[in-house]
């Protein structure tokens, strides 16, 4: 959920403070020598071989491009960005973040001709990925690097040869990687470091134990979403001098060292996300801001959280973290983020006293929770309590209070039964989550006033409204209004919105084409309500952005427009249960297999099946790739060559199926994906039948590749998928044997290999599939005996009929050792047996209408951008949650 725009107003404040630190120090004194003509004409060359671009690349909130005050003839120690020697007139400085520099960064820059610079800051500029160069190896008086949204690439060993570095900043550069022989040389030489900033660099072979072997100068480490895993370094202590030290979102495990108090200047920490266990140690240093967020603690919560006055911030959400809350001793806290672990009410009345607080999360606890108690917090800007049992005592009146300042309010599952009264005076509410109650009727008059001009995030799913009659809010990006009893004309979202999600409702009438005016829409679900016609041909005006797609179970009918092509970003599309006629965009189902999903590392499910997909599909590209897929299902393709072993081999989860503890959780929550908030909806065969997965539970694991033209041999690594519950290879053209690892897959349930080709015996080794329910062999050439006993006495006839020589129960025909020995020879010439699979009736079920829902995903989806917008998604979380550092 929460995704997208707000990046751009957090990037504005940050960008903003940077601006303002650097204006402070560009200025210029008049006793000195101009500056030199090399440096002149190096910056002049610099400036002239960037176009300035500023709709382009990384969001900068403010933009300001410098380099258009520079003037070949004046001094340029007088130009915007540059700062010089008081009295060589050397450039010394240089500041051209934000300049909306757009084009590549050739490795031989003029900049490099530059030998003085002490500071260098060119973030966020759109470089066109170009990969960062050897030479900035040759800056060795830089003391300040800042390269972070800019460059791409290797980092280069070259950079440990700036040894005089006090701050590097390298942060969020795409698919940037730093590796161990590189970090080895940075920890070595920069040895006056005091502040570092690695963020979302793939440091994945790095050792975290060296990173106690950096300076002990440092005081800042920022190295969060840098794929760190292994055990916490405990000695990373070492570093006496830390204030600021960030490793979220990375894989650490194990505990959090007590030695942590050693850390006597440490003010902020955060190691949220990451798979930390056991309890929170019983001391730390004077906190101001702990965010543990996001892992596995548990025990309670220790005592001096409520002693320590100098803590203001406090994230210990999503842990397993149990017991009461007792009360705060200290008023000065701004943010208190406790939610998801497993705290018991009451609230302790403390709380209502915190006349600074910000932020309160105090979702999903144990009992219930009396609203009013924070009715004295005037300063209140974000309040979630999901999933908690709501006592509102302005239920069926008024309430005598307001939350002026309010800007987010998620009371999600929690049993309310209006809308909160005390909403009246939250004029700048941007975010209000008020799904899954009982909300019932008309949205109330008073609610179009609040947020008129702020609320872009507005989701009221799973209630009861019968009516909206308008969509007052002009900001509104995001709007989800489905499964309600919404009757009438389908309302039209202004211009803003991105997301539309209006499904399983009772709408009806036409789409009007006013809808096509929303020309941001990213995504739209009208499925499931009674809405009628035709589609309008101006659905084209939307499918230049158009994402998501779904238009299932309506009643429109005539031709589908031809306006879905290959270069739509569309990525589902949804038609089923119309009455709508062919011809099918072709041009957006007949492809090879999209490779660039790959990039997708969060991707759970993939269902391409029924499409017109081709060619032998090759790859991975990255180890990572596909490793978090449970559903896997390409089937009725024309795909051909050997089964994808490679992919198969990356499908991790379904190695280890790990499990969430909260059974009730669905896919597409929780997770890193940009797509987080939309849960697709998707047919997929299961035991043999094809169902409808509005939701698709966590602990279904299915790989679907029949209907295809797969050939060779099943592959014996399939029998690692020890977590496997659906296999389905049937209809394709696959020779040889079923492989006896097949009698390691202790998970299946369901089994289907029929129409093959496959020969020889069934591995007796299948026999210990003490899972299995549905097994189908039929339509191959395979002999000898059925295995015997446990789930092989409950599968029929069919499951067997039509092969070679297969005998022993439950078919009629008794084995006898000749038999079996006659078909061991002829299996190896598999000559004599080529008969043609047959596939009719299985065929693409896509000739004439569409009957079949279809996932689509188009070509061309840069990784980049995949990844932009994923980190815009959980940026945006963390804006949500209120936090100021990134
Ligand atoms: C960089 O090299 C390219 C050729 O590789 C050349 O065309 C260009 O002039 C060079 N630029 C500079 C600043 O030396
Ligand atoms: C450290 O810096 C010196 C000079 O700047 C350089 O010669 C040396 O190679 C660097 N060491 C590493 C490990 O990069
Ligand atoms: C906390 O988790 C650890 C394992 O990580 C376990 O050994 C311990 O018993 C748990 N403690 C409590 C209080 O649940
Ligand atoms: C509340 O915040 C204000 C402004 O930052 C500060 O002056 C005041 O001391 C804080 N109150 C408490 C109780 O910490
Ligand atoms: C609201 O009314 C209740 C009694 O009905 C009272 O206890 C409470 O202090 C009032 N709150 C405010 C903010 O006036
Ligand atoms: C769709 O786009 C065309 C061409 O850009 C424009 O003329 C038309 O008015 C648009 N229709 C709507 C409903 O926005
Ligand atoms: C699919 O594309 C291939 C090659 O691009 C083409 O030969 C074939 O006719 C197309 N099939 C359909 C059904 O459009
Ligand atoms: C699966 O889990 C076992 C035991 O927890 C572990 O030893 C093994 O390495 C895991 N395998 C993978 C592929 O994660
Ligand atoms: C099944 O798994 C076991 C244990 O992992 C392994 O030793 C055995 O070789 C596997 N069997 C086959 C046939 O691959």
Known sequence: ?????????????????????????????????????????????????????????????????????????????????????????????????????????????????????????????????????????????????????????????????????????????????????????????????????????????????????????????????????????????????????GLSWNYFSGRIPSSIINLRQLEFLDISNNQLEGSIPDAFPNLISLDLSSNLLNGTLPSWLYTVCTLKHIYLNDNKLSGDIKEFQCKSLEEISLGNNKLKVPIPSSISHLVNLTLVDLSNLIGVVEVDMFSKLQNLQHLDLSYNSLSLSSNGGSANYTMPNLQSLELSFCNVNEFPQFLRGSERLEYLDLSNNRIHGKIPEWMWDVGKDSLWNLNLSHNSLTDCEQIPWKEIVYLDLSSNFIRGDLLIPPSTTMVFLISNNSLSGEIPSLLCHATNLEYLDLSHNNLSGILPQCLGNLTQVLFVLNLQMNNFHGLIPPVFTKECPLNYLNLNGNQLEGPLPQAIINDTFPQWLESLTQLRVLVLHSNQLHGSIHGPWSSHSFSKIQIFDLSNNHFTGPLPVKYIQNFKVMINLTVDEREMSYMGTGGRAASDFYNYSTRIAIKGQEIELEKIFFRLTSIDLSSNEFQGEIPKVIGELNSLKELNLSHNNLRGCIPTSMGNLTALESLDLSSNKLVGKIPTQLSSLGSLEVLNLSQNQLVGPIPEGKQFNTFGNDSYASNLGLCGFPLSKRCDDTEASVFHEKEDSESGFEWKVALMGYGSGLVFGISAAYIMFTLGKPRWLVRMVEEACYKLKRYLKGRRNL
């Not at 003029?110 to 170009?130: E, G, I, T, V, W």
């Open 1 to 245: 959920m929460r995704c997208f725009l707000k990046l751009f107003q957090l990037l504005y404040l940050l960008l903003f403070l940077l601006n303002f630190q650097s204006s402070l120090s560009s200025r210029s004194s008049p006793i000195r020598q101009l500056c030199s003509f090399e440096e002149a004409s190096a910056l002049i060359q610099f400036k002239s071989s960037f176009p300035i671009n500023c709709n382009w690349g990384p969001a900068c909130g403010k933009y300001y491009p410098k380099t258009n005050s520079w003037k070949e003839g004046s001094d340029c120690c007088s130009w915007d960005g540059v700062t010089c020697d008081n009295i060589k007139g050397q450039v010394i400085g240089l500041d051209l973040s934000c300049n909306c520099l757009y084009g590549s960064f050739p490795s031989n820059s003029s900049l490099f001709h530059l030998p003085h610079l002490q500071k260098l800051n060119l973030a966020f500029n759109y470089f066109n990925f170009s990969k960062m160069s050897t030479n900035f190896g040759r800056f060795t008086s830089l003391l300040h690097l800042n390269l972070s949204y800019s460059l791409t690439g290797q980092v280069p060993s070259q950079v440990s040869h700036l040894s005089k570095l006090v701050s590097l900043d390298l942060s969020r550069n795409y698919l940037q990687t730093l590796d161990k022989h590189t970090f080895e040389g940075l920890v070595e030489n920069l040895t006056e470091v005091r502040q570092l900033f690695l963020d979302g660099i793939n440091m994945s072979s790095i050792n975290p134990n060296v990173l106690m072997n950096l300076s002990s100068s440092l005081r800042t480490l920022s190295l969060n979403d840098c794929d760190l895993q292994g055990k916490f370094p405990e000695n990373i202590f070492r570093l006496s001098q830390l204030n600021d030290l």
